[in-house]
């Protein structure tokens, strides 16, 4: 069913939430409902949206782990060390090392 973003409201973000479920891990339908609920906010912002429908539903927070496991020094020089010497190889060693360098986050480097 074709909704225009005029006549979007609750209930289709809470469709569209359900939907998600089916095929993402919590975390990431909650990031992509975020991304859905950050375009409403500024598509009325922008005047083409009279109301943002995502400010009467906000959806919850998956719970998240309390730290994360972070690679000891073997495990760093393991992975360092893992790309072959082809082409693609050698820009994978580059690429983890700047990572590793650099202390970029996976969403920051993306």
Not at 20 to 49: C, D, E, I, M, S
């Amino acid at each position: 069913q074709v909704v225009l973003l005029t006549q979007l409201r609750v209930k289709h973000l809470q469709s569209f939430h359900a939907d998600l479920g089916q095929n993402l891990k919590p975390a990431t339908r909650y990031a992509v409902l975020g991304n859905v609920r950050r375009f409403l906010k500024r598509a009325t912002y922008r005047g083409h949206l009279m109301e943002d429908p995502g400010l009467g539903w906000p959806p919850r927070c998956p719970p998240l782990p309390s730290f994360r496991a972070v690679p000891t020094e073997v495990q760093m020089v393991t992975l360092l060390a893992a790309p072959d010497s082809t082409l693609q190889g050698r820009r994978d060693q580059v690429f983890l090392e700047f990572l590793y360098g650099t202390g970029l986050r996976i969403r920051e480097c993306a």
